[in-house]
């Protein structure tokens, strides 16, 4: 059985820093690739970033290009995402997923395997 668990968010103010962990767990744990995810009150499911997990490539959406920065320890089966100039619309519960499937690393269909959340709030 494969687990994801977050940690490290919390509460910060506009243009501070937060740094996001996630450890999956589970003798057969594969994936493509890992990501991060996050819902904001009354909104749909966004997709923030995604670390390949052979080669460590990482891809950002626009809004959080030069701000956040994605990683990968595939060694410790581990990923972070630091996340720096943090914004009050960056607010929201952020999810890390694993990719089990080969398509767009923006659809959350294509990822098998979630974390249970971890709340980011934002000041201004």
């Known amino acids: 059985q494969v687990q994801l668990v977050e940690s490290g968010g919390g509460l910060a103010q506009t243009g501070g820093s937060l740094r996001l962990s996630c450890a999956a767990s589970?003798?057969?744990?594969?994936?493509?690739?890992m990501a991060w995810f996050r819902q904001a009150p009354g909104k749909e499911r966004e997709f923030v970033a995604h670390?390949?997990?052979?080669?460590?490539?990482?891809y950002y959406v626009d809004s959080v290009k030069g701000r956040f920065t994605i990683s990968r320890d595939n060694a410790k089966n581990t990923m972070d995402l630091q996340m720096n100039g943090l914004k009050p619309e960056d607010t929201a519960v952020y999810y890390c997923?694993?990719?089990?499937?080969?398509?767009?690393?923006?659809?959350?269909?294509?990822?098998?395997?979630w974390g249970q959340g971890t709340q980011v709030t934002v000041s201004s």
């Open positions: 589970g003798s057969n744990f594969r994936t493509y690739g």
């Open positions: 997923a694993a990719r089990g499937r080969m398509g767009a690393i923006s659809d959350p269909e294509q990822y098998n395997y």
């Open positions: 670390v390949q997990w052979s080669n460590g490539i990482p």
